[in-house]
């Protein structure tokens, strides 16, 4: 049973479009929630979030975490095709109870191609 | 800058060898983590470390085993690698216990279990 589900899995856009990723997710003792972009390499770390309704923002990048309703998404504006990749929402939560150690519980991905 | 790094990109190996994946950082991480990755499927964990000699099974142990004896060094081994074991392994390292920071990664290991 996933505990982070994103969506779409898959999306096809044209530059200049906005897309907007989502993230649900149901963790215990939720930390924080990341998004990384995952050319066909490792994982860069784009934003970290951990309170509600504070935008993090990085040029035409912006993401909003909404701890009610457990989800988070993940905005770009006037995409370029430099965008292309499959982006991954994880979510922090502790090992096990009350423990310190913390793990990432990753989504699926969505995958976004974005055409010239 | 942050460096994580995975001694092979590719790896092409036969049935029922004992395969070995490196994974070092230079920034005095205590967790460690490794993952594999295949399409649809997202990452899943297979093993993490939080210290020196300590480590903890994630959701996929079976069929592999780590070993961290210096605190820059996780190696994840596959005792006996199998087709079904053919992936992209990404390491990842992340600030200690209790600290809420991101995690980061490796180029990955593309292996292939022929």
């Known amino acids: 049973e996933d505990k982070v589900v994103q969506s779409p899995l898959s999306l096809v856009v044209h530059e200049g479009d906005t897309v907007t990723l989502n993230c649900s997710y149901e963790v215990t003792n939720f930390r924080s929630l990341l998004w990384y972009k995952q050319e066909k390499k490792a994982p860069t770390f784009l934003f970290m979030l951990t309170s509600s309704g504070i935008e993090k923002k990085s040029g035409r990048l912006s993401s909003i975490l909404d701890k009610k309703e457990l989800f988070s998404i993940l905005n770009i504006t006037a995409t370029q095709t430099g965008d292309s990749a499959v982006y991954l929402c994880a979510v922090r939560s502790p090992w096990i109870g009350g423990s310190t150690l913390g793990r990432l519980y990753f989504g699926r991905g969505t995958q976004l191609t974005v055409w010239p | 800058d942050v460096k994580v790094t995975q001694s092979s990109r590719y790896l092409v190996k036969r049935t029922g060898e004992k395969v070995f994946l490196e994974c070092v950082q230079d920034?005095?991480?205590?967790?460690m983590f490794w993952y594999r990755q295949d399409p649809g499927l997202g990452l899943r964990l297979i093993y993490f470390?939080?210290?020196?000699?300590?480590?903890e099974k994630g959701d996929i142990p079976e069929g592999y085993s780590v070993s961290r004896e210096k605190k820059e060094r996780f190696s994840l081994i596959l005792e006996s690698a199998s087709t079904n074991q053919t992936s992209m392994y990404l390491c990842?390292?992340?600030?200690?216990?209790?600290?809420?920071?991101?995690?980061?990664f490796g180029q990955g290991t593309r292996l292939t279990v022929v």
């Open positions: 920034m005095d991480h205590e967790n």
């Open positions: 990842a390292s992340s600030l200690g216990p209790g600290m809420n920071t991101e995690a980061f």
């Open positions: 470390s939080y210290d020196v000699k300590m480590k």
